[in-house]
């Protein structure tokens, strides 16, 4: 269970990117960070990831306090950011480092085979697309088994296609190990087809709005009527995030009521 | 120098233009053979011009429209150097001079990559290098010779040093600027999976720097045969630029000609070997090479 608890973070510069974020998540839960840009989604899971130092508060992964990168924690950034002199295999290996040579041809060969590059295996990042980049960025990510996957933003350079057939992939290699995720997006569409919560957040300084359980049966159908309804409390509960900062939040148990009632 | 550091410079945005370039058409398959093909019919094309212009001068010494005496026609030049080979001077002095160059280069790019290295990867102690190695940089590397000759007489001392001083600052600028220059997107990797500082030295800034260290090594390398003939200019008795002075002096402008012609080849092998030797480890880079 990764828990944050009053987490504040102020640049030295007196950027407010932060402010009391509390935030529960369950093991194998898939949460969706979503909201306007500059509410601090990325500082946010830089700060899980251990890349920057929180200014107050505590993040706390079964107990443990985190401080600093930690090997349960793994990380897909917004571009690959692959290791160009690096073949496929050997950047999908390249947090394997413990690992013995025959487990490690395993694990990769299986993440190659699962995220569906196993014939490129060989070949240099630059003689993949950025979709294939990024696959064998979240491959990377993966093969590590990590207790708790943050991916930022991982699919926001891609178009439509390449993002669709991505989150399948995603998906793929999350039923295995069930990590718990938490996914940067300002996709909402994105949030309504991966994440089990979406959390809806609030920019100047960057804190949590409102959070939004979705409880669809998986696989789930992009074009069916839930799905749509989704897409739109979550879009309204956008819209509010960023029309009135200060209102309190209409809660989203109100909103269901309200629902009911229609 | 300034010319060689703005190569270095402008080679790596060619880099990055191609290397984007590269990527679009990786879709496209490219037919290897057919660029092959493309890439030879430009070396000969660039054989035309000097072959033409030896052709036309041989011809116009051969039927008597010039003597040639100061210009000596491509046929003497070359039966110049078959004389030199055959009595073994060409290869005694060839052997000097590279001997001289080499040993000049090993020192300079030694120093050159310890202090670039010292100065990219920490603030302190590039505050308190670089201005000064900047000042010293400044010098025309040739204002040194009197100097060295005081400290380390006219043998073989003051001419090595001379060559590690010219190949020192190409090295030192590249590598530091190389450094400097790393993608902090790329380290943030290392710092995800937990790399200590050696490690990090070792797999992602030693591959990351080491394109940018060879094109260093190849300018330091180039600067280096430019200040051996400056070296042996200033007093030698052995080495291709006592077989240049040795030409002007006794009137043989064949002999000036011929070992212009070594100098060029054995720069040109040097310099190859160097690529020869670097390219398994740029080889994820290769098409740069090509185009440099």
Redesign the interface.
């Known amino acids: 269970m990764l828990s944050l608890k009053h987490l504040s973070k102020t640049y030295a510069d007196g950027t407010r990117a932060l402010s009391d974020i509390t935030l529960t998540v369950h093991e194998g839960e898939i949460v969706a960070l979503i909201g306007g840009s500059g509410c601090g989604k990325t500082t946010l899971l830089r700060l899980i990831?251990?890349?920057d130092r929180e200014s107050a508060g505590r993040i706390r992964l079964d107990g443990e306090v985190l401080s600093?990168?930690h090997?349960a924690v793994?990380?897909v950034?917004q571009?690959p950011?692959l290791?160009?002199?690096?073949t496929v295999f050997e950047n999908i290996a390249?947090?394997l480092?413990g690992v013995s040579a025959a487990e490690k041809n395993a694990r990769v060969s299986h993440a190659l085979e699962k995220i569906g590059l196993s014939e490129h295996a060989n070949r240099?990042p630059?003689?993949?697309?950025?979709g294939q980049q990024q696959r064998v960025s979240i491959a990377r990510a993966f093969v590590?088994n990590p207790k708790v996957l943050l991916l930022d933003e991982p699919f926001s350079a891609l178009d439509a296609f390449t993002r669709a057939s991505l989150h399948e992939h995603l998906l793929g290699l999350w039923e295995e190990t069930r990590p718990t995720v938490v996914l940067v997006t300002h996709d909402v569409q994105e949030a309504v087809t991966l994440a089990d919560r979406a959390v809806v957040m609030q920019p100047k300084p960057g804190r949590i709005f409102d959070e939004l359980p979705l409880t669809l049966a998986r696989p789930r159908d992009r074009t069916g009527l839930p799905f749509e309804s989704s897409v739109r409390r979550i879009l309204t509960a956008l819209d509010h995030s960023l029309k009135a900062p200060q209102e309190q939040p209409q809660r989203e148990r109100d909103r269901q009521a309200a629902a009911l009632w229609w | 120098m300034t010319s060689s550091r703005e190569s270095a410079v402008s080679g790596n945005a060619e880099t990055v233009a191609w290397?984007s370039q590269?990527?679009a058409a990786?879709?496209a398959a490219p037919d290897f053979a057919e660029k092959r093909r493309a890439f030879d019919g430009r070396i000969l094309l660039g054989f035309l011009l000097p072959i033409a212009i030896a052709l036309l001068w041989e011809a116009a010494v051969y039927f008597g429209l010039s003597q040639g005496r100061l210009i000596p026609p491509p046929s003497r030049i070359l039966a110049t150097l078959e004389a030199l080979a055959k009595t073994g001077e060409l290869w005694a002095h060839s052997w000097m001079t590279l001997w001289r160059v080499l040993t000049g280069f090993a020192i300079g790019a030694v120093a050159g990559i310890v202090l670039g290295t010292l100065s990219g990867s920490s603030r302190t102690i590039r505050q308190f290098l670089d201005p000064t190695l900047q000042a010293l940089r400044a010098i025309p590397s040739i204002a040194w010779v009197p100097l060295f000759i005081l400290w380390l007489g006219i043998f073989e001392a003051s001419k090595v040093a001379l060559i590690a001083v010219g190949v020192f600052f190409p090295v030192y600028l590249g590598i530091a600027g190389a450094i400097l220059s790393l993608d902090r997107?790329?380290v943030?990797?290392g710092?995800?999976?937990?790399l200590s500082r050696l490690q990090l030295a070792r797999?992602?800034l030693l591959?990351?720097v080491?394109p940018e260290a060879v094109i260093a090594l190849r300018s330091g390398l180039g600067l280096g045969f430019m200040f051996v003939v400056a070296a042996e200019f200033m007093g030698a008795s052995e080495g291709l630029g006592y077989l240049l002075v040795d030409g002007q002096q006794m009137g043989k402008p064949d002999q000036i000609v011929a070992a212009i012609i070594a100098f060029a080849l054995l720069g040109k092998i040097a310099d190859s070997l160097l690529v020869v030797a670097s390219m398994p480890l740029?080889r994820?880079?290769d098409t740069v090479r090509e185009r440099l």
């Open positions: 990831a251990g890349l600093g990168p090997p793994g990380i950034f571009e950011r290791l160009p002199w690096l390249f947090g480092d240099w630059r003689d993949l697309s950025g590590t | 290397s590269e990527g990786a879709l997107k790329l943030e990797v710092h995800v999976f937990r797999r992602i591959p990351a080491l740029v994820w880079q």
